[in-house]
């Protein structure tokens, strides 16, 4: 996956991060591990409806911000109030070392922990 890459160039030591291909095993690490961050990407199955599992995550880690990942959002984002529980979207596109950086700033005001 192209964002682990990126994550290994930026100081992303302080953060734990783990990637899971399947929503249930996302569920199960939310239960067991202390997540800084859920970037769900919304190429997740069901494919582009990122709105009930983003549901299932928030549920089981209300506290926990959560970005979308996403190069085409749908025609009636930020209609629904799960929209809102969002931190914000990232488009995929966009993505490189310095841009992941920047967002996660903006994301988790705690990190870097050195800064």
């Known amino acids: ?3 682990a890459l990126y994550l ?4 992303s030591a302080s953060l734990n991060i783990v990637h899971e291909r399947a ?3 996302a569920m ?3 239960t067991t591990e202390p997540i800084d961050l859920i970037l769900l990407n919304d190429r997740l ?3 582009k409806s990122y709105r009930a599992p983003l549901s299932q995550l928030l549920a089981a880690a209300p506290a926990c911000p959560s970005v979308l990942l996403s190069d085409e959002l749908p025609a009636d984002f930020g209609l629904q109030p799960i929209d809102r529980r ?3 979207v990232w488009r995929k596109e966009e993505l490189s070392p310095r841009y992941l ?5 903006d994301v988790l005001p705690a990190w870097p922990a050195a800064a």
């Not at 290994?8 to 100081?11: A, G």
């Not at 950086?101 to 700033?105: G, I, K, V």
Request: proline content about 8%.
């Open 1 to 3: 996956m192209l964002l």
């Open 8 to 11: 290994e160039r930026i100081d």
């Open 23 to 25: 929503l249930d095993a």
């Open 28 to 30: 199960a690490l939310l």
């Open 45 to 47: 199955p069901p494919y």
């Open 86 to 88: 969002l931190r914000g």
């Open 101 to 105: 950086e920047d967002r996660l700033a």
